[in-house]
């Protein structure tokens, strides 16, 4: 089978990881894979290429030329199935890929907040689903309720497959356990992952916590606004920007829980990196993140941009270290059990094969 991957860009990012994780394990499995992104490439690519996973490049001025020329490179492969991942991708290829004479077209709506939709964002997305895509997936329960309940004329094709994710990778870093308490974050530094509201959780925490620490990897935008934030504070000695790393996992093994303040989220892979990793969680109540703390029994839940709620649970993390250890041991069994990227290749493995069968 012939599996062809559509996305805006290989850049660094769950999506991005989770089509890589999906492309290794598929042609692990004995499938040919091939990538096509819309954007630009990225590092994730140059990864693919040296494992000889073709990736190609469609930067266009406008969505009609970005289809046409995936029209052409679909006559050209002819996959027996497109996944399409997120909004632009899906637009763009699934009627390409319908008139090249796809069989299967998979799309995956990686984030997918509540209602009420920004209407006019959406409504190109799920006229394109409902006429052409075989099936919409979303990554956890949460999304996918979302999706029935926002659009429920196309309720029937939406499916659930909660996103994996390989072991975090360490590379050549080496990070030493000092003692203390060490909190950390892994994630774009955009408004979306709210990293104000932790800084001042923090500060709010500090007096109570004198040995915290907390380490943010990861880069983005809010980068110069969040250090200046972090300097007002006077967390200059307690928060280390680390930048963004393709070893988090150095990170995450010698730091005592993981923390993540997003406003919104579908599943993140940085959460399940940590629960690979042996971390118990402090999340706030968006997306899949409720459904994992759930189902681990692993962590605590706090509301979106309440710094004095979540500066309350560091404080009781940090009161309850000696429990870390084994609530940490709780969150790896439960990625070992249901998070592993073989067993979500598997099942969009199964779900391709059910579509191109039909």
Partial sequence: MLIAHVIDSLEVGGAETVVLALC???????????????????PLAAELEQEGIPVYAHASPGVWMA???LFRAFRR?????????????????????????VRAIVSTRHGMGPLPFRLRPELKFWITAALLCDRVVAVCDAARRNLVNGVPPVAHKVVTIP?????????????????GFTLVSVGRLVPAKDFETLLRAVSLARPAVPDLRLWI?????????????????????????????RDPGAWLRAADAFVLSSTTEGLPISMLEAMASGLPAIVTEVGALPELVALSGAGA??????????????????????????????????????????????????????????
């Avoid at 042609?27 to 630009?40: D, F, M, Q, Y």
């Fill in 301 to 358: 839940t706090v509301p979106v941009g309440n710094a004095a709620l979540l500066a309350r649970a560091i404080v009781e993390f940090a009161s309850r270290r000696h429990e870390l250890r084994s609530l940490g041991e709780r969150a790896s069994r439960c990625y070992q059990e249901f998070f592993t990227p073989d067993r979500m290749a598997g099942d969009y493995l199964s779900l391709y094969r059910g579509l191109a069968e039909q």
């Fill in 24 to 42: 290794r394990s598929h042609v692990l499995a004995g499938h040919r894979v091939e990538v096509h992104c819309l954007i630009a490439t990225g």
């Fill in 217 to 245: 990897v990861g880069d983005g935008d809010d980068a110069p606004f969040l250090r200046q934030l972090s300097a007002d504070l006077d967390l200059e000695s307690v928060v280390r920007f680390c930048g963004e790393r």
């Fill in 67 to 69: 289809a046409w020329k």
């Fill in 163 to 179: 996103n994996g994710a390989d072991l975090p990778a360490v590379g050549a870093t080496t990070i030493a356990r000092t003692p």
């Fill in 77 to 101: 492969s002819h996959p027996d199935v497109v996944h399409c991942h997120n909004k632009t991708a899906t637009i763009c290829a699934a009627a390409s890929a319908r008139l090249a004479g």
